[in-house]
């Protein structure tokens, strides 16, 4: 493989030991055709350099990447799936496949990052299913994870994906399916699941050692002696992180469908996407689930969601004993989270923060409830400097935020906002991009999608306000 100065190998997760995984090797599949490749993440990453047989090597067939996994490991854990346990889940359909390390910040500090798959084959926690992914299913993460990098949420990026010649029958898609294999870059592979398995088996001993290999290799600081504060560090920097996960969510408008405490990872950063979907205008009651019969996880209801699935964490550390200000940094979630939501909400709607942002962004809450236009329609308008006071922005909520944010515009620059229409994901374009795979092979819709995401995100980090 060629060698590069970027590409860091730190297989850390073998310092957990045996207990916390288990060694699996992938499906042999009847081929490997490459129908995506990150180059923008593999270049940083330093593999941007690898051929395409080095490519198909490495992220089809899975042979290891030099000094880092001698193979791949299937994490164990367990979790809550819509509020019920569950102690049969695990790595069931992927596994860790590498670690590295990520370019490092200007506070010295980098991150350790993660290549784990998706339907690579059966593991021990596969619990009779077949452990595939369906190529319609690798599209779709490859679309969600892109427009969400591009709109600012904290996102694995989706890595490489490879049809893999088989066929699949699945109960809610139309079956026979083709068939893929999916490799996702993130940040930790650790979950809420993964402390709920070692609290379920009460291996208190495993809780403190996870707890510190989470707090060295995902948050960067040096574990303690002391397994109470650690925990109380480590609690207190997922409740931050998870805060704004949430509150990015909403000012994406993006419904991830299943916020099981196994998908909740520990780093705060958004993984695993399933029945996901935008909603169009800021419907709080809206679900991406067809089997999220109660709404549990509907667009509005996501913050409750994760603020539970971390209350389950803080019950595992509790384990340990009595963690400083556990109870109290629990509670003081839902502070984060205003604080978070008002900086994203700000974020997007592209002006200078000031010191005390919430009038503005209660403003735009009630302008975006009023539905009077789609959610990025909203934000494309106002950001690229269009007429507020249009007909179509003629309530008076959107006349009280035209108040507020006088003289606050920060002019855009990009070409991307004189376009006349924002991009966006509506449910219909994401199964007209998968038509024209599915009927036609033909997969020029979904680059040009992909591009115009790009370009999106380009323009959003080119003019964020100093």
């Known amino acids: 493989m060629p ?57 089809g067939r899975f042979e290891p990447l030099p000094d880092n996994l001698p193979q791949p490991l299937a994490l164990r854990y367990h979790g809550h799936q819509f509020r019920h346990y569950n102690s049969q889940l695990g790595d069931g359909r992927g596994f860790l496949f590498a670690q590295l390390r990520d370019v490092p910040a200007q506070d010295g500090r980098n991150r350790l990052l993660d290549l784990a798959t998706k339907g690579s084959g059966q ?6 299913a077949d452990g595939r992914l369906t190529l319609k299913g690798g599209v779709r993460e490859i679309l969600a994870t892109e427009m969400l990098e591009a709109l600012g949420v904290n996102t694995s990026k989706t890595f490489a994906l490879y049809e893999t010649g088989e066929e699949l029958w699945r109960g809610d898609e139309p079956s026979p399916t083709r068939s893929a294999v999916l490799t996702r870059l993130g940040h930790g592979h650790i979950r809420i699941g993964s402390f709920q398995r070692l609290a379920y088996l009460g291996e208190t ?3 403190a050692r ?11 600081e040096l574990a303690g002696t002391h397994p109470l504060e650690d925990a109380a560090r480590l609690f207190e920097l997922v409740c931050a992180a998870t805060a704004r996960l949430a509150a990015s969510y909403l000012a994406a408008g993006f419904v991830h469908g299943v ?21 169009p205008e800021w419907n709080e009651q ?56 008002v900086i994203a909400l700000v974020a997007r709607l592209g002006v200078a923060p000031t010191h005390d942002d919430r009038p503005l962004a209660a403003a735009l809450i009630k302008a975006l409830q009023t539905r009077a236009a789609p959610i990025d329609r909203l934000f494309f308008d106002w950001r690229g400097g269009r007429d507020p006071g249009g007909e179509l922005y003629a309530s008076d909520p959107f006349r009280d935020l ?17 376009d006349p229409d924002p991009c966006s994901m509506p449910i219909d374009e994401v199964e007209t991009l998968w038509a024209a795979i599915a009927e036609h092979d033909d997969w020029r819709p979904l680059e040009t999608k992909l591009a115009a995401i790009r370009r999106m995100g380009d323009a959003m980090t080119s003019d964020r306000p100093a």
């Open 286 to 341: 809206f679900t991406a689930a067809y089997f999220d019969e109660t709404g549990l996880y509907a667009f509005g209801r996501q913050p409750e969601a994760i603020h539970w699935d971390v209350a389950q964490l803080a019950g595992c550390l509790a384990l340990l004993g009595e963690v400083p200000g556990l109870a109290d940094t629990l509670n003081g979630w839902s502070d984060r989270l205003q604080s978070a939501l």
């Open 402 to 418: 035209a108040a507020i944010l006088a003289g606050r515009e920060h002019p855009p620059a990009h070409e991307y906002w004189s």
């Open 205 to 207: 001993d495993n809780i």
């Open 3 to 59: 060698r590069s100065q970027a590409y860091r190998p730190d297989p850390a997760i073998l310092s957990l030991g045996d207990e916390f995984y288990d060694p699996v090797a992938p499906a042999d599949f009847p081929k490997h055709v490459e129908r995506f490749f990150n180059s923008r993440w593999a270049q940083r990453v330093g593999l941007g350099n690898l051929d395409a047989g080095e490519r198909e090597a490495h992220f």
């Open 210 to 220: 996870l707890t510190r290999y989470c707090l060295t290799n995902l948050y960067g």
């Open 259 to 279: 916020l099981n405490s196994d998908n909740i990872a520990i780093s705060g950063e958004s993984f695993d996407y399933g029945p996901w979907r935008f909603t």
């Open 123 to 128: 593991t021990p926690w596969s619990r009779r």
